[in-house]
């Protein structure tokens, strides 16, 4: 269970990182050669190569969506799939605005470890979420 442990204490840092921008706490987390995708196109898809690359883009999409809105709640879906290299779970996010509906995305998030370190990162979007989230900028943001 040493992945469930180890992304546990990722995701504790990475919600530290989102509320005082001090993403350095995440490079221990990380292999140097670590890659980070997101499935799907503009503006979250994409795939990022080494540790500095993949905390820059979590920053940048931390950014681009999650604070341009009041608050942001992220929760887990069902169960984890778990084994000592591979920590797997859905995840759905809320995001509220005043005087807007609320922006519901999901998808699954999967991490490959080497050791104690993530060397993968992968967000896989549930279908249909790129389009959501432009057609909400567009409306509400634009």
């Known amino acids: 269970m040493q992945a469930a442990s180890v992304f546990a204490a990722y995701a504790a840092a990475f919600e530290e990182a ?7 706490r995440l490079e221990a987390f990380f292999t140097p050669d670590a890659s980070y995708a997101v499935s799907g196109g503009p503006p979250l898809g994409g795939r990022w190569v080494g540790s500095s690359e ?23 879906i069902g169960q984890p799939e778990i084994s000592d290299t591979v920590f797997e779970m859905g995840w759905r996010a809320t995001y509220e605005k005043d005087g807007c509906p609320d922006l519901v995305i999901g998808g699954r998030e999967i991490a490959t470890f ?8 992968a967000d896989e979007m549930d279908e249909g979420v790129d389009e959501s989230i432009q057609a909400y900028l567009a409306r509400y943001f634009e």
């Open 54 to 76: 993949v905390i820059a883009q979590l920053r940048s999409a931390v950014n681009e969506l999650d604070r341009r809105f009041d608050e942001r709640r992220v929760e887990a």
């Open 114 to 121: 080497e050791g104690q370190r993530i060397a993968t990162l």
């Open 18 to 24: 989102y509320e005082d921008d001090d993403w350095t």
